[in-house]
């Protein structure tokens, strides 16, 4: 499977606020390869990956990283968006979720939002972290964030050093227009951490 300059990206804003990880309560969604996942648990937080029910190689390349990353005891779930399922149903409380390149069809944007605002209503403090590759100028996720009351929080790339064509030995980034944005629920404290963790890093 590929690692997706989306999750480069990820990952650097990860390792960037690396010092607020340890204990925190992580979900990857839509993971593959898991690189945000991986470099969050090698940080100290307690991860969990996911990736589509229907897609038994994708979470395969989730187990896979992990045993590579000596990571054995990071679980793997099945969450496909859109669904609630049973394993929805029973997540433990999260502090963040990551995506890293879930917006890449626009088919899927609505029950990718759906799946956040189940989740950010269960921890209403959760933030999704989250970067995508501007493939079309046409595609727009504002209309869905206020229909399910969600806000979002647009991350510069500068303020976290990924503004540069090559990152963390990857020149993937550079080739492409990455950004990322952070979503919380419109009607809660969840910028507060976001806050917390921009300050750290000045
Ligand atoms: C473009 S890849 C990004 C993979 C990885 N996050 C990265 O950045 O390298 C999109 C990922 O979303 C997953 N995916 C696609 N449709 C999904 C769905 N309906 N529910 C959950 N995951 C899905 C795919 O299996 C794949 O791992």
Same mark, same amino acid.
């Given at each position: 499977?590929?690692?997706?300059?989306c999750a480069?990206?990820l990952?650097?804003?990860?390792?960037?606020?690396?010092?607020? @990880? #340890?204990?925190?309560? /992580? *979900?990857?969604?839509?993971? $593959?390869?898991?690189? &945000?996942?991986?470099?969050?648990?090698?940080?100290?937080?307690?991860?969990?990956?996911?990736?589509?029910?229907?897609?038994?190689?994708?979470?395969?390349?989730?187990?896979?990283?992990?045993?590579?990353?000596? @990571? #054995?005891?990071?679980? /793997? *779930?099945?969450?496909?968006? $859109?669904?609630?399922? &049973?394993?929805?149903?029973?997540?433990?409380?999260?502090?963040?979720?990551?995506?890293s390149?879930?917006?890449?069809?626009?088919?899927?944007?609505?029950?990718?939002?759906?799946?956040?605002?189940?989740?950010?209503?269960?921890?209403?403090?959760?933030?999704?972290?989250?970067?995508?590759?501007?493939?079309?100028?046409?595609?727009?996720?504002?209309?869905?964030?206020?229909?399910?009351?969600?806000?979002?929080?647009?991350?510069?790339?500068?303020?976290?050093?990924?503004?540069?064509?090559?990152?963390?030995?990857?020149?993937?980034?550079?080739?492409?227009?990455?950004?990322?944005?952070?979503?919380?629920?419109?009607?809660?404290?969840?910028?507060?951490?976001?806050?917390?963790?921009?300050?750290?890093?000045?």
């Amino acid at each position: 499977m590929y690692v997706w300059p989306c999750a480069v990206v990820l990952a650097q804003y990860l390792w960037a606020h690396r010092q607020s @990880l #340890p204990e925190k309560r /992580v *979900l990857e969604i839509g993971a $593959g390869v898991s690189l &945000p996942g991986v470099v969050a648990a090698r940080c100290g937080a307690q991860v969990i990956l996911s990736d589509s029910e229907e897609l038994p190689q994708c979470l395969q390349s989730c187990r896979s990283s992990c045993l590579m990353n000596h @990571l #054995p005891h990071v679980p /793997v *779930l099945g969450l496909t968006w $859109g669904r609630v399922s &049973p394993e929805l149903l029973s997540l433990a409380p999260i502090d963040i979720i990551l995506g890293s390149d879930v917006f890449f069809d626009p088919k899927d944007f609505e029950d990718i939002l759906t799946t956040i605002y189940f989740l950010l209503e269960k921890n209403p403090r959760a933030q999704f972290w989250t970067t995508y590759q501007v493939r079309s100028a046409d595609w727009s996720i504002e209309a869905l964030l206020h229909k399910w009351n969600l806000k979002s929080i647009h991350v510069p790339l500068h303020s976290f050093g990924a503004d540069k064509e090559h990152l963390a030995s990857s020149s993937m980034p550079g080739r492409h227009t990455i950004e990322m944005m952070i979503i919380s629920l419109a009607q809660s404290e969840g910028t507060s951490l976001y806050s917390t963790l921009d300050c750290s890093t000045r």
